[in-house]
């Protein structure tokens, strides 16, 4: 069972900003921008082919949609897009995740230097506190918010 199977199964918290039964998304726990959201679909695989082909089409309209309520919510100007498909390719759940990532005018920089340290840390476990989870809620509910206005 891989973290993102537990989150779904609610035994493990996230911040959600959307959920139907094809898939969730959820804000990343080490986000590289504000707002970093997962795209996550329920049934468990490693890699997109894996996928049958109408799931990763609702994958990434589920992404679109994620980057507007960015956009909306978050006032992003404008998203990155990533999936590391397998273990080869840094994947670091062998369950398929698409990252939305917001980007800010400006922050290309803050932008690299938080990739770099994602990447290092990733073996980290990160700790969760009340405070963290409750900011990172609110940034959840400001995309969320948007997605249905």
Known sequence: MTIFDRIIAGQLPASFVYQDDICVAFLDISPMTR??????????????DLLDAATRAHLFEVVQKVGAAQRKGLGSLAQHLLVNDGKDASQSVPHVHIHVMPRYGGDMLQTVTRMIWHVSTLAIPKRETAARRQAMDRIARKIRDAMSA
């Open 35 to 48: 707002g970093h959201t997962l795209v996550v679909p329920r049934r468990s695989v490693p890699t997109l």
